[in-house]
């Protein structure tokens, strides 16, 4: 009776099988809305597909995630392909997706405006940032692929305009999966040369040809890059990542050429130009000192130096003048000074002063005699003491007390009874 009963694993397992052996579930292309996504620190991601309806939940490993161009997020209307399958440990049938794509956009452009976002944001494209491109430059580098139409249209443009630059090829890929690494090694590179400007491009292509140069590390390498950068990638149409970031942006690499170097004539013509400045602004100086020096021969000065002289020896008799003056005064001065000296009367009568000082010792010392506390004790007085100090009132003491008694000719030391 019990045979006809079978596990939740082994019902789990019969659905399961059915579900992969069906051909029709190997491949299914669903559109939907993401919900609840989870980006997994391994680079998996779990989401649930839904419609108005409906939900299925879903996965897709890091071995396929890592394909995709941009990151998905919640209400992000997507197509996926993929398998659908059970997973046994909770019986529910899930799909395993394979390829994802917004739903109407293409990857590759959803990825560069949420780069573009992202490195906006974070201030990588702001005009302060970037840097001045030499005017004359003596080395330039140029990333880019050694053969092809880019790096042969800036050779010959930089050598037609300003052949005095020597020019440093750095060899890169520009084009598929490893390009972006090989792009920011050779800027790394070229950063160890003494270069005044680097040029980093290519020739044009598709989107998925330009795509190294919408890649996150090849626009942070150009970002920190110390040598000023100039971008030529594609054609004038084309726009990358790599050009917001780069100090500046050349429509082609042809364009980028011109930008980097001046033309040979434009060069002479300023020279030119700063000749003619330079020999104006000479003869404007030689005509300045010229009428400077009339203006000096013209001077009284010159024409009878003897004034000098005069001049200095009218101002050396008025100090001269001036500190008799001043000699006489202070003289006559010290002179009343010594008169009023002589007619005082501490030098005439000297010992009238010492008179009037010894009466004066003498009622101080009178004075001090009459408050001296001996001279009271030689009248027959006596001072009583405790402990050192003064008793002057019977509150001051009690029986038993111990007390000295100062007498004319000595102390006595008595008790209190």
Not at 103 to 128: M, P, S, W
Not at 244 to 262: H, I, K, N, S, Y
Not at 265 to 284: E, F, H, S
Not at 363 to 380: A, D, H, M, N
Request: with cysteine; proline share 3%.
């Amino acid at each position: 009776m019990q045979d006809k009963y079978i596990t939740v694993t082994q019902l789990t397992r019969y659905i399961k099988y059915k579900i992969d052996t069906d051909g029709n579930l190997n491949e299914v292309f669903l559109k939907g809305e993401i919900s609840n996504f989870k980006a997994h620190s391994r680079g998996h991601f779990y989401f649930t597909l839904k419609d108005e309806t409906s939900r299925i939940s879903a996965i897709m490993f890091s071995s396929q995630a890592s394909k995709i161009k941009f990151t998905p997020e919640d209400g992000m209307k997507v197509l996926v392909t993929g398998r659908i399958s059970v997973f046994e440990q909770t019986g529910a049938y899930q799909i395993y997706v394979n390829e994802m794509l917004e739903d109407g956009v293409g990857n590759l452009y959803i990825a560069f405006e949420q780069l573009k976002k992202r490195l906006t944001e974070e201030g990588l494209f702001r005009e302060e940032h970037k840097k001045k491109i030499k005017k004359i430059p003596s080395r330039i580098g140029v990333v880019t692929a050694p053969t092809g139409a880019a790096i042969k249209d800036i050779i010959s443009t930089i050598k037609r305009r300003w052949p005095l630059t020597e020019i440093y090829l750095f060899p890169s890929l520009v084009q598929g999966e490893d390009a972006k690494e090989d792009i920011v090694k050779q800027i790394k590179l070229a950063e160890t040369f003494e270069l005044d400007t680097l040029i980093v491009g290519r020739g044009g292509g598709s989107i998925e040809d330009l795509w190294p140069f919408n890649e996150e590390i090849v626009a942070r390498a150009i970002y920190d890059c110390k040598i000023p950068v100039i971008s030529a990638v594609g054609h004038e149409v084309d726009f990358t990542i790599a050009d917001f970031v780069a100090d500046l942006r050349a429509p082609t690499p042809t364009g980028a050429a011109e930008m980097a170097v001046p033309q040979l004539k434009d060069v002479k013509n300023y020279l030119d130009q700063l000749k003619i400045r330079l020999i104006n602004a000479i003869t404007n100086q030689v005509k300045k000192e010229k009428r400077r020096l009339l203006e000096i021969r013209e001077r009284n000065i010159l024409k009878n130096p003897i004034m000098i002289y005069q001049t200095k020896e009218m101002i050396f008799d008025n100090i001269v003048e001036r500190l008799k003056y001043s000699l006489k005064a202070l003289t006559n001065e010290k002179e009343k000074e010594l008169i009023r000296l002589k007619n005082s009367y501490i030098l005439k009568e000297p010992y009238k002063i010492l008179d009037k000082k010894s009466n004066r010792y003498l009622q101080i010392l009178s004075k001090l005699e009459t408050l001296s506390p001996l001279l009271t004790l030689k009248r027959g007085y006596s001072i009583v003491k405790k402990e050192e100090k003064v008793v002057k009132s019977t509150k001051e003491i009690k029986t038993g007390d111990q007390v000295t008694i100062e007498l004319q000719d000595g102390t006595l030391d008595a008790k209190v009874i």
